[in-house]
């Protein structure tokens, strides 16, 4: 048939080209059925002759079409009418990337933020075994509205052509059977070139291009011929996008050049780990906005002693220097769940500087015997890779909190942050003067960061030997305080344990009324007895406190769904991301409240990035319950049924009378549709402890059992209680 506008294919009618490519040629059309246009790729002639090219084509398709990406153009279907086999899919109304970039590169803010879109596309694809293989600008789309769009996703794997030699004839096609190279010649990663297998860190590379075009206006590869811009490709190494725009951030040149390796081994292995990093970048322009602030990860110490049982004495020395620098103003901190994940990964100390964003790193060792320590602690330059200060400790035990200062002074000075007279004042003031009080408060902090039952009630007992030691050590008060509100919430809900919730954290504030941590403490204490109003005092003291501490935004945030706010609990959670982007949790139960506003798209994104943050976790710490039950929330809830239930129970199998692990099973096997298991789950939780009468009220995972008599009875048992 002639293709021409006018033309009716099946139930389209043509009305203009609008674009051409290897792909076939692309015509806006009208879906005479629908009555919406849409847009027609022709596929090429020797592609749609043959069968099994065309087997191959029709199963991408699907997987493509399948992943409703909101960054990825929507295949509608595919077919064929009067001998042309074409695929229909949604008709964009932009420009490429190809078309906006500037001749000096993109401003930053818009870089990482187009970026961080195509990065997240890329890792929802990956996680499908659906790989691009011919990322560039021309094949990603800005729409009229803002949108990033990325085209022909999955769908380069299927061209058929066999190359020349290099030579000038050689085209910057793309090619599909094993061993022919696959994409466009100038974002070709060099596996490709060598008419190797392409996987994902194929796609890193063409990714790593891209980023280095945005930044500079310009490719980190050329030449006057092809076998001269391959080589290039093969063998050139990359001059640092700072070096063009002295304004970039040093890390994103360490970027660029991870996504750029020549050795796939060595590259940024997934899109999942791009996805962070480029998260972390925004984070430090936000807080330091020309990237030029000093700025610190502080690692856990290693423990020297014989007996190998001073791991949380070496991580709580970290913490309380960790917490003494998050205070201060010039001076910007990785968090400790950051900082931390860094323990045992093998890394140097230049990888752990790029992988955290910052320009120093204090690592250090611990040997205690008895009452002596020998404390040792260097400083390092990232960048550079030497060493800024270093030092050595011999004191007794009682001095651990003067060294503790020291180190943080001298870390001050090496960086030149000038400090206020009240950070001056602050830096000096231990929590405690109790070394044995202090022993048992890291204990505490160790067993409380298990975050399950036995934990809790092991640093129960912790904090309550420190307060015996030192009634008024208030960091130990706030400890006692959360450990009680853990039991009240998942074990045992009673008036005596809410009663030591609200005593101990009301006690931390008079101690120290300063301390953002205990009134965040006492918010969580106040909101069990549904004084919602009191409870908000507090976090908004916090808040005021200290803008930056990760729990005051996260529990207000869990404070303000219980109550069914859920604009103000995203503003919360979101700012909390923003503040930890390792955290897995706030991601999450964002998406969760988007579905509940009706924004399934925006739910979508959270909860995919919120599912590759637990399971990065999960590959360090593969016993994290609550990254097990989390992420399988998320993947249940964007319809990976039955990897999300797999998740599920592997958390079961680990802790299988923890209340809190039983509610969220009932909200995940309810979302999947599978109603009396999750009714089995919540009366198991409820019989286990959990009382939360506001999640029951207003928690949307649980709207399909919700008018289950099981479920209603449930609900007045609670309100009796409360009553």
Same mark, same amino acid.
């Given at each position: 048939m002639p293709v021409e506008?006018?033309?009716?294919?099946?139930?389209?009618?043509l009305i203009e080209k609008i674009g051409a490519g290897g792909m076939g040629v692309i015509w806006k059309a009208l879906d005479t059925r629908l009555q919406r246009e849409v847009a027609i790729k022709l596929l090429p002639e020797d592609l749609a002759t043959d069968a099994e090219s065309i087997g191959r084509f029709e199963r991408e398709a699907r997987a493509v079409a399948a992943l409703n990406h909101p960054n990825i153009v929507t295949i509608y /279907?595919?077919?064929?009418?009067?001998?042309?086999?074409?695929?229909?899919?949604?008709?964009?109304?932009?420009?490429?990337?190809?078309?906006?970039?500037?001749?000096?590169?993109?401003?930053?803010?818009?870089?990482?933020?187009?970026?961080a879109v195509i990065a997240d596309a890329l890792a929802a694809a990956h996680e499908r075994g659906i790989v691009h293989r011919d990322l560039k600008p021309p094949n990603v789309v800005i729409t009229a509205g803002g949108r990033v769009k990325i085209l022909d996703?999955?769908?380069?794997?299927?061209?058929?052509?066999?190359?020349?030699?290099?030579?000038?004839?050689?085209?910057?096609?793309?090619?599909?059977?094993?061993? *022919?190279?696959?994409?466009?010649?100038?974002?070709?990663a060099p596996e490709q070139l060598r008419?190797?297998?392409?996987?994902?860190?194929?796609?890193?590379?063409?990714?790593?291009?891209?980023l280095y075009e945005m930044a500079t206006g310009r490719r980190p590869f050329e030449g006057e011929s092809v076998p001269a811009l391959a080589a290039s490709i093969l063998m050139d190494a990359v001059v640092p996008p700072s070096r063009l725009r002295p304004e970039l951030p040093p890390r994103l040149d360490h970027l660029v050049a991870r996504c750029l390796e020549k050795d796939p081994a060595l590259r940024i292995p997934t899109a999942q780990e791009l996805c962070t990093e480029l998260a972390e970048i925004r984070r430090g322009q936000a807080e330091s906005p020309r990237g030029t602030g000093p700025?610190?990860?502080?690692?856990?110490? /290693?423990?020297?002693?014989?007996?190998?049982?001073?791991?949380?004495?070496?991580?709580?020395?970290?913490?309380?220097?960790?917490?003494?620098?998050?205070?201060?103003?010039g001076l910007r901190v990785a968090s400790r769940i950051s900082s931390f994940q860094m323990k045992g990964a093998g890394l140097d100390s230049r990888e752990i500087g790029r992988r955290l964003g910052v320009t120093t790193l204090l690592e250090g060792s611990v040997r205690k015997a008895e009452e002596r320590l020998r404390v040792t602690a260097q400083l390092i330059d990232v960048q550079e890779g030497y060493g800024l200060w270093s030092e050595r400790y011999d004191r007794d035990m009682k001095d651990i909190f003067a060294i503790q200062d020291e180190i943080a002074r001298r870390i001050v000075e090496a960086l030149r942050v000038t400090l206020s007279p009240s950070e001056q004042a602050a830096m000096g003031k231990p929590a405690t003067t109790d070394v044995q009080a202090y022993d048992y408060y890291l204990r505490g902090r160790k067993f409380f960061n298990q975050y399950n039952r036995r934990g809790v009630e092991l640093a129960r007992r912790m904090f309550q030997h420190a307060i015996e030691l030192d009634p008024g050590y208030a960091l130990a008060h706030t400890g006692l305080a959360d450990c009680s509100t853990y039991i009240y919430m998942h074990v045992l809900g009673t008036d005596e344990i809410r009663e030591s919730a609200l005593v101990s954290g009301r006690r931390a504030v008079e101690l120290d009324p300063? @301390?953002?941590?205990?009134?965040?403490?006492?918010?969580?204490?106040?909101?069990?007895?549904?004084?919602?109003?009191?409870?908000?005092?507090?976090?908004?003291?916090? @808040?005021?406190?200290?803008?930056?501490?990760?729990?005051?935004?996260?529990?207000?945030?869990?404070?303000?769904?219980?109550?069914?706010?859920?604009?103000?609990?995203?503003?919360?959670?979101?700012?909390?991301?923003?503040?930890?982007?390792?955290?897995? *949790?706030?991601?999450?139960?964002?998406? *969760?409240?988007?579905?509940d506003l009706g924004q399934p798209e925006q739910a979508a994104v959270h909860r995919r990035k919120g599912v590759r943050i637990a399971a990065q976790r999960l590959e360090f710490h593969p016993d994290d319950v609550r990254a097990l039950y989390m992420g399988a929330n998320g993947l249940v809830a964007l319809g990976e049924r039955e990897r999300g239930l797999e998740w599920a129970q592997r958390a079961l199998g680990l802790d299988p009378v923890d209340a809190m692990l039983l509610y969220n099973l009932a909200c995940i096997y309810a979302i999947a549709g599978r109603p009396e298991e999750a009714l089995d789950f919540i009366e198991r939780s409820v019989r286990a402890g959990m009382n939360r009468l506001g999640w029951l009220q207003h928690d949307s995972n649980l709207d399909s059992i919700r008018q289950h008599p099981r479920y209603q009875a449930l609900v007045r048992q609670l309100e009796e209680t409360a009553a």
């Open positions: 506008p006018g033309a009716l294919l099946a139930h389209y009618r /279907s595919v077919e064929e009418a009067e001998g042309v086999r074409f695929f229909t899919m949604e008709l964009l109304v932009g420009r490429t990337l190809h078309e906006i970039l500037p001749k000096g590169g993109l401003p930053l803010d818009r870089l990482l933020e187009i970026s996703f999955g769908l380069a794997k299927v061209r058929r052509t066999t190359p020349a030699a290099f030579g000038a004839d050689w085209t910057t096609g793309a090619w599909a059977r094993e061993g *022919q190279l696959v994409g466009t010649l100038h974002y070709m008419g190797q297998p392409a996987d994902q860190r194929s796609d890193v590379f063409a990714l790593g291009i891209l700025s610190i990860a502080v690692l856990p110490f /290693s423990d020297m002693s014989q007996a190998k049982d001073q791991e949380y004495f070496c991580e709580g020395i970290a913490e309380e220097i960790i917490n003494a620098l998050t205070r201060l103003e300063g @301390l953002a941590q205990a009134h965040v403490s006492l918010g969580l204490a106040l909101s069990l007895t549904r004084d919602h109003d009191a409870a908000e005092r507090e976090f908004e003291t916090a @808040l005021q406190l200290d803008p930056r501490l990760f729990e005051a935004h996260y529990f207000y945030a869990r404070d303000c769904f219980m109550q069914g706010k859920l604009e103000k609990a995203l503003e919360l959670y979101d700012r909390a991301s923003e503040l930890r982007p390792e955290d897995y *949790q706030s991601p999450l139960l964002v998406g *969760q409240i988007y579905e």
